[in-house]
């Protein structure tokens, strides 16, 4: 979509909730998205497929970045992404199997007053600032399958999945964080096990205050502290 106004603009093509994408012979997808101009969002997470392999602490960061889409700004993003998977099937045996990898990029005017929570201003350059991320993972499962008086049964003879993740910011400050994980199930569960690992370098940076337009969100409030023989009817502005 394309917007021109006076106060803002925007021209994207599909946004990280609605990627424009290609399914190929039904074995693969590709899709992404570009944006450009005022209103740009923060980066997407990771699918699901990549997230239910690290720790429950990573899993929870990367849940709560909701939270930065408050601070609003203008600039440029855009993603790609693959994902590949294919199921097969010789009674009684069966296999399923998928791989996917994505890559998303960030470069925002937060305001030259937006500062990090627990530092000072100014953000990055002048308010602008960037992050991007790269992801990947593959799956597999092969089992047997079976009818029994009516029902189809599957028993799993090996389910593995890995996957990782790679994260970055900046400039001013920097940040650098990334994530393995991954899990494996022999015998249906007989034998089973899973690892995780993940590090950062320097503090990720939670936006607050700032303006596209370089203004303070909030100028003034009504009724102010202190004031006295306020009307109880009187709505706070």
């Known amino acids: 979509s394309i917007r021109m106004a006076e106060d803002s603009w925007h021209a994207y093509l599909g946004t990280p ?3 424009l994408g290609i399914d190929i012979l039904g074995l693969a997808r590709t899709d992404g998205y570009f944006m450009i101009g005022d209103n740009i969002p923060e980066l997407p997470r ?3 497929k990549v997230l239910q392999n690290f720790s429950r602490a990573k899993q929870d960061k ?3 970045r909701s939270t930065y889409d408050m601070a609003q700004g203008s600039g440029i993003a855009f993603g790609q992404s693959l994902q590949v998977g294919f199921k097969a099937k010789l009674t009684p045996f069966y296999a399923s199997m998928g791989v996917g990898m994505g890559a998303e990029f960030l470069l925002k005017n ?8 627990g530092s000072e201003p100014p953000l990055g350059i002048n308010g602008w600032y960037a992050r991007a991320q790269a992801w990947a993972y593959v799956e597999a499962d092969i089992g047997m399958e079976a009818t029994v008086f009516g029902s189809t049964r599957k028993f799993s003879i090996l389910d593995l999945s890995a996957s990782t993740l790679l994260e970055g910011a900046g400039p001013n400050p ?3 964080s ?3 994980g991954g899990r494996f199930s022999v015998m249906g569960g007989l034998i089973s096990g899973r690892c995780n690992f993940d590090f950062e370098i320097g503090d990720e940076c939670k936006v607050m205050g700032g303006s596209p337009f370089g203004e303070e969100i909030i100028a003034q409030l009504t009724p102010s502290t202190g004031e006295k023989d306020v009307n109880v009817f009187v709505a706070p502005q």
């Open 110 to 117: 937060y305001g030259a007053s937006a500062y990090c929570a």
């Open 62 to 64: 990367l849940n709560n």
């Open 178 to 180: 990334g994530a393995v």
């Open 46 to 48: 990771p699918p699901e």
């Open 17 to 19: 909730n609605e990627r």
């Open 174 to 176: 920097f940040y650098f």
